[in-house]
Nanobody, 109 residues
Framework: VQLQASGEGLVQPGGSLRLSCAAS????????MAWYRQVPGKQRESVAR??SADSTSYGRFTISRDNAKNTVYLQMDSLKPEDTAVYYC?????????WGQGTLVTVSS
């Protein structure tokens, strides 16, 4: 399983950004899909998780899926400077966990 994340960028506070994570296999194979983030010097933290639903909202963040494109998205709205981090997508298939490469999100004026 290979995961290709995209959508990194610089956005002003209050803005929005959408990250994408394209899988090399059908996402129907996965037990769950998730986004994490990490700031240098801190532990990686969970941001959003999706199992069987098409989308789930976590306040300012919404995780969703497009089965036809084998892609998971993270829509981030009302971004704050403290949301600045490297974001990682992750999927679980059975007992195995796979990670995409990190994608940098910077929220700054």
């Amino acid at each position: 399983v290979q995961l290709q994340a995209s959508g990194e960028g610089l956005v002003q506070p209050g803005g929005s950004l959408r990250l994408s994570c394209a899988a090399s296999v059908s996402i129907f194979r996965f037990n769950s899909m998730a986004w994490y983030r990490q700031v240098p010097g801190k532990q990686r933290e969970s941001v959003a998780r999706l199992t069987s639903a098409d989308s789930t909202s976590y306040g300012r963040f919404t995780i969703s899926r497009d089965n036809a494109k084998n892609t998971v998205y993270l829509q981030m709205d009302s971004l704050k400077p403290e949301d600045t981090a490297v974001y990682y997508c992750s999927v679980r298939k059975g007992t195995d966990t796979y990670w995409g490469q990190g994608t940098l999100v910077t929220v700054s004026s």
